[in-house]
């Protein structure tokens, strides 16, 4: 079992940056691949980000935020990150982080295993 405990989230306006982290209990954090997703209002959730188990591992991103999102991890720490720069108004959601028993990689949202309560990101135009 994983606890993951997200935080970072808040009003930005259209242009800026925020960094998400996603702490994690679990001194196997390093076993998971962890994902990013993001659920706004009347929408399904969907995937932002994934990255593999080690840190400085592969990645992967939804096209919508392709070269704008970075997404980290730090094993020692526990933790992963999501770094959001260039924000636009239809990034505003609740942000997820999940992680993954599997190494296989998805970006369904059904295939994670373990999440987090969400953190909240308003971006202003």
């Known amino acids: 079992q994983v606890h993951l405990v997200e935080s970072g989230g808040g009003l930005v306006q259209a242009g800026g940056s925020l960094r998400l982290s996603c702490a994690a209990s679990?001194?196997?954090?390093?076993?998971?691949?962890m994902g990013w997703f993001r659920q706004a209002p009347r929408k399904e959730r969907e995937f932002v980000a994934r990255?593999?188990?080690?840190?400085?591992?592969?990645?992967y991103y939804a096209d919508s935020v392709k070269g704008r999102f970075t997404i980290s991890r730090d094993n020692a720490k526990n933790t992963v990150y999501l770094q959001m720069n260039s924000l636009k108004y239809e990034d505003t959601a609740l942000y997820y982080c999940?992680?993954?028993?599997?190494?296989?990689?998805?970006?369904?949202?059904?295939?994670?295993?373990?999440w987090g309560q969400g953190t909240q990101v308003t971006v202003s135009s």
């Open positions: 999940a992680a993954d028993e599997s190494t296989e990689v998805s970006t369904t949202w059904g295939d994670y295993d373990y």
């Open positions: 679990e001194s196997t954090f390093s076993r998971y691949p």
């Open positions: 990255i593999s188990r080690w840190s400085g591992g592969s990645t």
